[in-house]
């Protein structure tokens, strides 16, 4: 199966590992941290995809997808920050573009992620639902959301 979008991906992430640039690092517009949050997102469950894809042991893949999450925690956090600094327009602009991202996943990461999921559900619930968490985890760049939907984690990462 061709998968164009993990090609463009790849070399945008060669790229900017090569120039020492994360998309978080690089956003200072509301237009940019909204698309760098996408990006994230997208690398994170394509990151779970490739971690899925052979279907390894529970017991060896979750210490993997605890760590992809805390790291990606931390950029959308970094992100969360810049956009709370912005005015509401701001802040609005950044929300449309993660909410658009969220609702366009390319139909074959999607199906890939949902397929691994539905795999590891019925091994380890737990698991499943650590894995659900990537689903949810641009809510981490938005506060608000944040602190309504997982009031202890937006305690854990100081965010008030």
């Known amino acids: 199966m061709k ?4 090609k463009m991906t790849l070399t945008v992430l060669i790229i900017s590992a090569l120039l020492g640039l994360s998309p978080a690092a690089r956003a200072e517009t509301p237009d940019e941290m909204g698309k760098a949050v996408t990006t994230l997102y997208l690398e994170a469950l394509q990151k779970v995809v490739a971690l899925l894809k052979d279907r390894p042991a529970p017991a060896d893949l ?3 997808l605890e760590q992809l999450k805390e790291d990606t925690i931390k950029k ?14 701001g802040k609005q602009a950044v929300d449309k573009i993660i909410e658009n991202s969220v609702k366009t996943l ?8 949902s397929e691994g999921n539905a ?6 619930k737990n698991l499943s639902k650590l894995i659900m968490d990537f689903h949810l985890i641009p809510q981490y760049a938005i506060f608000e959301v944040l602190k309504q939907n997982a009031p202890q984690e937006a305690e854990r990462l100081g965010i008030k």
């Open 3 to 6: 998968r164009p979008w993990l």
């Open 62 to 64: 979750q210490p993997k």
């Open 76 to 89: 959308m956090v970094e992100l969360g920050r810049k956009r709370a600094a912005l005015d509401p327009a």
């Open 106 to 113: 390319p139909p074959e990461l999607f199906q890939a992620f």
């Open 119 to 124: 795999h590891y559900f019925k091994l380890d």
